[in-house]
């Protein structure tokens, strides 16, 4: 700016032009990688089911481009944002965010925020897959939030002067249709209520130790569109799905109810040396899917021309990180534990015993997560992660041992 003349109509008009869309910004990533499975043909949660006759493979895993509009007022205190971003793959085009927030200023605490956007529940969930230390979220994060986003609106409480007393504080609270963005439209009346009471990270000592964490709940469910509902009981003292057949369940609301928490903690190594970090999330509740999967479903279920009965399982998970930065914070070692039981009441051999009615979709998945990340510079980075996946031993075909799905992930990331 210092070589525009304002003193001329021309400057003056490129100043103009220049306060105009300075509140515009643009950036975006893509993640190309190469993965190499133990076997051809596994299903996977490290990027997606590797086809029959393939185990190994370069695909374009993200290709985000992202635009934010902010205005701010004379107090230099947010007042409008509008995003949006989209992801292009070799897989297709898809919308990720697209969403509008309007900031209150007269006690600059409060935003509404309506569109489609992450919903506000789990960390893991809410963080960047560009600032993400491995290459996909948990299982579990997979499974139940599909995609991340939902549509719906949401109030924030968020101090944003300096000086508030509840400054370190985060509270959100929304609506959302439920199914995620599995669908392009809702089909019941039934919304989900999210909400996620967030403390940021706050100095422990004088050596800076931060901590930080949340509570999350999902209460929401989805419109019981068939009579048949599934649940697991016991029977000749073994767990197995019982149907309750009931005529009034038409109509009823099957639950899904999720309870979480989550700690974060950031341990500086020195002065340029960066960081030891911890992080630690557990989730359990209440699922409502079908007989072959747990994933929340986009559309009402169908099987052989009618309505599909619905399966409710009580579930937990959880994931923990440890981040080790090897001397400097260019250079990181990352080791990740993390579960996902869909089926609590079940295990091991009773998952496929004559007479219990249970599936694939039961089975318990344990994952340890190996990798190294090396950051060339603020806008590229390289990432190597092996994942070693365990399933639970069943007596299912198929499942009776553990498969062979690990999959190691050699990614590269250019961001703007």
């Known amino acids: 700016m210092d070589m525009i003349d304002t003193t001329t109509s021309v400057g003056k008009g490129m100043f103009s032009l220049y306060q105009k869309y300075d509140a515009v910004r643009f950036s975006g990533y893509i993640q190309p990688q190469f993965q190499y499975a133990t076997d051809k043909g596994i299903n996977s949660y490290a990027g997606g089911n590797f086809p029959n006759e393939v185990d190994n493979r370069f695909t374009l895993r993200r290709g985000r481009f992202r635009l934010d509009y902010t205005r701010y007022n004379d107090k230099q205190m947010p007042m409008v944002q509008f995003a949006f971003q989209f992801d292009g793959t070799e897989r297709g085009v898809f919308i990720r ?8 200023n007269k006690w600059n605490n409060f935003s509404l925020t309506a569109g489609m956007f992450a919903r506000p529940i789990s960390y893991e969930v ?4 560009g600032d993400r ?3 996909e979220r948990g299982r579990m994060s997979q499974i139940l939030m599909r995609t991340e986003r939902d549509i719906g609106a949401m109030v924030t409480y968020e101090p944003r002067r300096a000086d508030h007393p509840l400054k370190f504080l985060k509270i959100d609270a929304g609506f959302f249709n439920g199914q995620g963005l599995t669908a392009t439209s809702d089909f019941d009346s039934h919304k989900d209520f999210i909400t996620r009471w967030a403390v940021k990270p706050i100095k422990l000592n004088s050596r800076n130790w931060r901590l930080s964490g949340a509570v999350s709940m999902l209460y929401g469910g989805m419109e019981q569109f068939t009579r048949y509902i599934y649940k697991t009981g016991v029977q000749s003292g073994k767990p197995a799905y019982y149907v309750d057949s009931t005529a009034t369940n038409m109509g009823k609301i099957a639950p899904r109810h999720y309870y979480g928490a989550d700690l974060q903690l950031r341990i500086p190594n020195g002065k340029n040396k960066g960081a030891t970090e911890f992080r630690l999330e557990y989730l359990c509740g209440t699922q409502t899917a079908t007989a072959s999967t747990t994933e929340t479903p986009g559309t009402i279920p169908v099987s052989g021309g009618v309505n599909a009965p619905l399966y409710v399982r009580r579930f937990n998970g959880a994931y923990l990180y440890f981040m080790q930065n090897l001397g400097n914070p260019r250079d990181l ?11 609590k009441k079940a295990a091991g051999l009773e998952i496929g015993a004559p007479g219990s009615g249970m599936s694939a979709a039961d089975i318990r998945y344990n994952t340890l997560g190996l990798g190294y990340v090396h950051y060339f510079n603020p806008n590229m980075k390289v990432m190597l992660y092996y994942d070693i996946v365990k399933n639970e031993s069943t007596a299912l075909e198929g499942y009776t041992e553990d498969l062979h799905d690990n999959v190691f992930t050699c990614r590269l990331q250019y961001r703007f």
Do not use: A
């Not at 965010?97 to 209150?104: N, S, V």
């Not at 809410?126 to 897959?129: F, G, I, R, Y």
């Open 126 to 129: 809410n963080l960047s897959s």
């Open 333 to 343: 070692l990352v080791i990740k534990y993390d579960w996902y039981d869909p089926n």
């Open 97 to 104: 965010d697209f969403y509008g927030r309007i900031f209150e």
């Open 133 to 135: 230390e491995t290459p």
